[in-house]
């Protein structure tokens, strides 16, 4: 069922999940950089569900469903902001355990599992992180140097604008390799827009001053504060969050789990790579949040 919570004056929309069993634990969800939830996630909350456990799958603002002007604004302070209201609403549920939330991220989401999880919310009782961003720097000496100064070009452009009160000047979110866009790794484009459903209205773009956050964002350092379990799902592949460095973050959660796939960023979302994340994922819930019999 479709439903929404209020964040800071606007409303984020969300698609609520519920299991046959009374009082599930709940998963909150959401995707990563500049993607909506209809790019993949229901996979995942469908099985979930099928497991026992509810899920709340929710729009960013400035993207999607979700309200917030203007369009296509990637802020991780508003976005980190959407998840601890998020958690908030989830636990206001009455078919849900309140007591008993996890927090499941992709991507860029995998980073503000990741944050979220270190201010320790009410009601948290595990993390989820899947191919997570972990580290601004790394993610962006990664991307070709061609890009990376055409991005940042775009971003002082921007953020001008801005200042004289100009509309957002925005660049792909996926691009071609050398392109202006957030990633330009080969398979980004390609991977990025095979998540996009038939019909859909979706927009490839995103604000250019989203650049100078992105590189400033690392979510990764503050895993040493996480209390909860915590399922690092790592690509070996990865071409925009790179896993040397969120492996190294991992291994400082306390109670931190990690399970490395040999793909690419992209390709868990669909296939023997989505069977593979997914069956670790249900595992680790029902080791450490188990569905009342």
Known sequence: MNVSFPVEGDHCAATLYLPANENPPVIVMAHGLGAVREMGLAAYAERFTAAGYACLVFDYRHFGDSEGTPRHLLSPRKQLADWTAAIAYARTLPQVDSDRVVAWGTSFGGGHVLATAASHPAGL?????????????????????????????AAARDVVGHWLGRPPHLIATAGPRRGTALMTAPDAEPGY???????????NEVAARAVFDILRYRPGRGVGRIEVPTLFAVCE???VAPAGPTLRYAARAPRGE???????????????????VVADQIDFLRRHVPVPA
Do not use: N, W
């Not at 990690?258 to 593979?276: K, M, S």
């Open 258 to 276: 990690v399970r490395t796939y040999p793909d690419g960023h992209f390709a868990i979302y669909q296939g023997d790579p989505f069977e593979r």
């Open 125 to 153: 009782v595990a993390a989820i992180a899947q191919c997570p961003f972990t580290d601004g720097i790394s993610s962006a000496l990664a991307m070709h140097p061609a890009s990376s100064a055409k991005a940042t070009v």
């Open 193 to 203: 827009l095979a998540l996009v459903p038939p019909g859909s209205d979706f927009r």
């Open 237 to 239: 592949k990865d071409s």
